[in-house]
């Protein structure tokens, strides 16, 4: 699947962001454990990575720095 | 010369492990990861290795030794990013890392020894704090010099810390088989073996006058690897050599023969070679163009010096096209790559004519938004005859990967 925009709610904090849930459709997800981050750069946009554990499925969520947004980039249940 | 302290640093099944650490479900598990495109696993999980899955394998054969082997389809940059973040805390301990490929770096920390207390502290700080932030094991092998550091790390995977002692270092050596030293392949062991040399004890003990005779300058070097010396510095990306050349290859998913359909995959190539050449300021006088053929085991390469030095990706494929043209392909195409050489690091220059001028300020506004947008977001028509949402850039992480500089290459 390709960038799926999607709401989250995240923590900001000095040591980094932290995504807490994120809502698809009418669902909302619960993040279990943040399994992996990672950053890389679209462009002049640095995007971070997060592997994020809900419900016994895995997901990827992308937060876009420049348009402070997020999407679901990936699902494997 | 005072004692040197060096430390090898090799991560463990470093794709495969990442790949294990983002999803839970497959830690413990035979994992191979493998490229999008072509079927080629390029790090097997330490559980797959124990059934004989190996790096290079084709997935066929890997499912053939392990029929219940899970194939991850690799993500370069999440590596790439992960081996970068090392790669810092590596130099919090000393300046004098040598990023060696995307998952080994030597350090010389000799003159941080007074601040961090021994070499094993160091080691043990490493281990733990990649550990913690990245849920990765590393083997960590600590020696007087760098030929006996990787070798230490080699002899306890995974998460291993071993010590070659200056004092051990003839005992270590003694028995083991030449091939374990780094920089002695198949070909050199068998040329060895036929002089009846098996060990490292046998091989610092070998006359080298013969060894000279034999194998010519690397002879010395040969017999001073036996003997387990090594002056060779860690060079940290500063004072690394400059680059000698910014080229491009790839593999391609399904072998062509179609003349159009290399002139895409040079043109793209192309475009990759001139966008980081002119990213980094150089322009390259000579081209090469190479092509391996579907057996993999025969290529063709050939270079053409130009009157002036170019960084334009349209004169690049012009110059590759014009040796394509030179050459009779017998086989169809499984890699093409493109190369400058013989560079000058030079700016910008403004052409005298206007025609040259247009040129080159097309490029520039494409340069600039492709570094705003991403690259290939503008690009030359031709290319986009390709299938939609098909990836277009370097989609496998090249040996000479390095985290900073001309050779920090972005990796889709």
Redesign the interface.
């Known amino acids: 699947m390709k960038h799926e925009p999607v709401k989250v709610a995240a923590i900001f904090e000095p040591a980094g962001v932290r995504p807490v849930w994120f809502a698809r459709g009418a669902r909302r997800y619960a993040v279990e454990q943040t399994t992996y981050t990672w950053q890389d750069r679209q462009g002049a946009e640095t995007r971070l990575h997060f592997t994020i554990t809900s419900g016994g499925e895995l997901f990827e969520l992308t937060y876009h720095t420049a348009g402070q947004r997020w999407t679901l980039a990936a699902i494997e249940g | 010369m005072t004692q040197r302290t060096i430390m090898h640093l090799d991560m463990n099944a470093f794709f495969a492990s ?1 790949e294990q ?5 497959l830690r413990g598990k035979p994992i191979a990861v493998i490229g999008s495109g072509r079927t080629v696993v390029t790090t097997a999980s330490y559980e797959a290795r124990a059934f004989g899955v190996k790096t290079g394998m084709n997935t066929w054969q890997a499912r053939q030794q392990c029929p219940q082997i899970i194939f991850v389809v690799g993500n370069n ?2 590596y ?3 081996s970068t973040r090392i790669i810092e805390m590596l130099r919090e301990y000393t300046p004098l890392v040598e990023v060696f490929s995307i998952d080994e770096a030597f350090l010389d920390v000799t003159g941080s020894l007074g601040l961090f207390g021994s070499a094993e502290r160091i080691a043990y700080l490493l281990k733990a704090r990649i550990r913690q932030r ?2 990765l094991t590393c083997s960590v092998g600590i020696a007087p010099n760098k030929l006996l550091a990787k070798l230490a790390s080699e002899m306890q995977k995974p998460d291993g810390l071993t010590v070659i002692e200056p004092g051990r270092v003839q005992q270590v050596l003694e028995r083991l088989p030449i091939k374990e030293l780094c920089g002695i392949g198949r070909k050199t062991e068998r040329q060895l073996n036929l002089l009846g040399i098996q060990t490292c004890g046998e091989l610092g003990r070998y006359p080298v006058e013969i060894l000279r005779k034999r194998f010519g300058i690397v002879g010395d070097h040969l017999s001073r690897m036996g003997r387990g010396i090594d002056d060779a510095p860690v060079i940290p990306a500063e004072q690394a050599e400059e680059v000698k050349s910014v080229g491009h290859s790839m593999t391609l998913e399904q072998d062509i023969e179609e003349r159009d359909e290399i002139l895409r995959f040079l043109l793209q190539l192309s475009e990759m070679v001139g966008r980081r050449a002119r990213r980094y300021g150089v322009r390259g006088k000579t081209v090469s163009l190479s092509i391996r053929y579907a057996d993999f085991d025969t290529w063709v390469g050939k270079q053409e010096t130009l009157p002036s030095p170019i960084n334009r990706s349209a004169d690049i494929y012009r110059a590759a096209v014009a040796i394509l043209d030179t050459l009779v392909l017998t086989q169809p195409v499984r890699l093409l790559g493109v190369k400058i050489s013989n560079l000058r690091h030079e700016g910008d220059q403004l052409p005298l004519f206007e025609e040259e001028r247009k040129k080159s300020r097309l490029v520039s506004a494409m340069d600039e938004v ?6 290939f ?1 503008v690009s030359f028509a031709s290319l986009l005859d390709e299938k939609p ?1 098909k990836e277009k850039g370097s989609l496998v992480i090249s040996p000479a990967w390095r985290p900073d500089g001309i050779r920090n290459v ?1 990796v889709k």
């Open positions: 990442v650490q983002s999803n839970p479900e940059r999440k790439t990013h992960t990245f849920g492709n570094n705003r947008f991403g690259d977001k949402g972005e």
